[in-house]
């Protein structure tokens, strides 16, 4: 199996003399999940840096109450999961500022599932843009 141009799932958003962007898409197809790969010459150091960034979400899926209670009234449903909701916002938003605070940082994962064909592009996309970048110092 060999690369392939257009590459799959690859996605070429700018080019500049010396620097080229990319974006690299999730197999889930979600852009939560979306790389966006920066390779750059810098002509000081003549050194070629990649950068490879995500936009970071909360953990959203967590709770500590449950939002979904089961009840027949709709107005006791409609209330519970509104205040549920409040709380588990608050409560998410309170650790993250606690983990700023006290220990300077958030802590994140962040994936990005690729098919073997995605892969394959992903590693010769970046080879192709450091050796572009690097020939225009």
Request: glycine share 2%; aromatic share 12%.
């Amino acid at each position: 199996m060999k690369s392939e141009t257009p590459a799959t799932g690859i996605m070429k958003k700018a080019e500049y003399s010396d620097a080229v962007w990319y974006e690299v898409e999730c197999e889930c197809g979600s852009k939560d999940h979306y790389h966006s790969i920066w390779v750059e010459a810098d002509p000081d150091t003549k050194s070629v840096s990649v950068s490879i960034a995500t936009e970071s979400k909360t953990d959203w899926w967590s709770t500590t109450v449950d939002q979904n209670p089961r009840v027949d009234n709709e107005m006791v449903y409609w209330i519970w999961s509104w205040a549920a909701h409040i709380l588990n916002e608050t409560v998410r938003r309170s650790r993250l500022i606690w983990n700023i605070l006290f220990r300077g940082y958030v802590k994140y994962d962040s994936y990005v599932i690729l098919n073997r064909q995605q892969a394959l592009n992903y590693a010769d996309t970046l080879h192709k843009a450091v050796k572009e970048v690097d020939k225009e110092r």
